[in-house]
């Protein structure tokens, strides 16, 4: 079985704009996933964030369109992982102290339902039992 992670928004940001703001092992994950060497899944949460991020102009258009393009070719390992009821239930796992904002508390939800890490540079994320941190 491949590895597998959760990305939280900005990470998918920042891997696809090749940022050096992204850690290196988060980075190395990353270029796993595009060699199909592992799975990295997408909450729809941050398919809606980059949206609002493209719409107000503080990321470029063409990342949406080429994560949505990479998505439909499906020759990587990215996967879009859906809004599921076991990601709601998990959700008051992942305390509002820690991640304030619901993307947030969702992201890291849906890593804990899957049972895979998170990749994240949220440092309070790290708090949350049983998540586990790439970074």
């Given at each position: 079985?491949?590895?597998?992670a959760?990305?939280?928004?900005?990470?998918?940001?920042?891997?696809?704009?090749?940022?050096?703001?992204?850690?290196?092992?988060?980075?190395?994950?990353?270029d796993?996933?595009?060699?199909?060497?592992?799975?990295?899944?997408?909450?729809?949460?941050?398919?809606?964030?980059?949206?609002?991020?493209?719409e107000?102009?503080?990321?470029?258009?063409?990342?949406?369109?080429l994560?949505?393009?990479?998505?439909?070719?499906?020759?990587?390992?990215?996967?879009?992982?859906?809004?599921?009821?076991?990601?709601?239930?998990?959700?008051?796992?992942?305390p509002?102290?820690?991640a304030?904002?619901?993307?947030?508390?969702?992201i890291?939800?849906?890593?804990?339902?899957?049972?895979?890490?998170?990749?994240?540079?949220?440092?309070?994320?790290?708090?949350?039992?049983?998540?586990?941190?790439?970074?």
């Amino acid at each position: 079985m491949k590895p597998a992670a959760v990305t939280d928004t900005h990470s998918l940001i920042w891997f696809l704009e090749d940022s050096p703001r992204l850690g290196p092992m988060a980075g190395q994950f990353f270029d796993r996933c595009v060699r199909g060497e592992s799975i990295i899944y997408i909450p729809t949460i941050c398919l809606v964030e980059i949206l609002y991020l493209c719409e107000k102009g503080r990321i470029p258009a063409a990342f949406q369109a080429l994560l949505t393009e990479e998505l439909r070719l499906g020759s990587s390992g990215f996967i879009v992982a859906d809004l599921t009821w076991s990601v709601v239930e998990t959700i008051s796992q992942v305390p509002r102290i820690l991640a304030p904002d619901m993307p947030d508390r969702i992201i890291a939800a849906t890593a804990l339902s899957l049972d895979v890490p998170l990749i994240t540079r949220d440092h309070n994320l790290a708090q949350v039992p049983g998540l586990q941190i790439i970074w």
